[in-house]
């Protein structure tokens, strides 16, 4: 099976940003995420009037496409309406991405479909993850 190129990747989170629900801020941010198996999903930030409530375009998109049964990952884009650089994501979507992974690509986009290529590694270097909650701990002491 051949692989979603990374024009296509970008292409398909450029469509899910003309979804996004963004009335306070007006900046629309839309992502699509590739699986293992060469599924993709999309999202799209939803804002809401109490502003902590909004979500995402890219924990949008994961959380898709973890709810069909996707937790391995190659690759997630990610596009803004920015014409002068590319969009990044936040530390929450980062601390997300981690979660399944450090080593898949993220595509940061501009408006005009050029992307920079990272990884979620470099985007999140000395994360906190699943493998630090099973590492060896040691006995809490009661120093008296």
């Not at 909004?54 to 496409?65: F, Q, S, Y």
């Amino acid at each position: 099976m051949n692989s979603l190129s990374p024009q296509a990747l970008v292409q398909k989170s450029q469509e899910a940003k003309n979804f996004a629900y963004c009335p306070y801020s007006s900046f629309r941010v839309g992502a699509a995420v590739l699986t293992s198996d060469e599924s993709v999903f999309t999202g799209c930030n939803v804002e809401n009037a109490c502003y902590n409530l909004g979500v995402c375009a890219e924990r949008m998109a994961i959380t898709k496409a973890v709810s069909e049964g996707h937790k391995t990952f190659k690759a997630i884009a990610i596009a803004s309406d920015l014409d002068d650089q590319f969009i990044s994501p936040c530390g929450a979507c980062r601390q997300v991405m981690r979660e399944f992974g450090l080593q898949w690509d993220v595509y940061m986009s501009k408006a005009d479909g050029t992307y920079d290529k990272t990884t979620v590694e470099e985007l999140l270097p000395c994360s906190f993850g699943p493998d630090d909650l099973r590492a060896r701990k040691s006995s809490p002491t009661n120093d008296k």
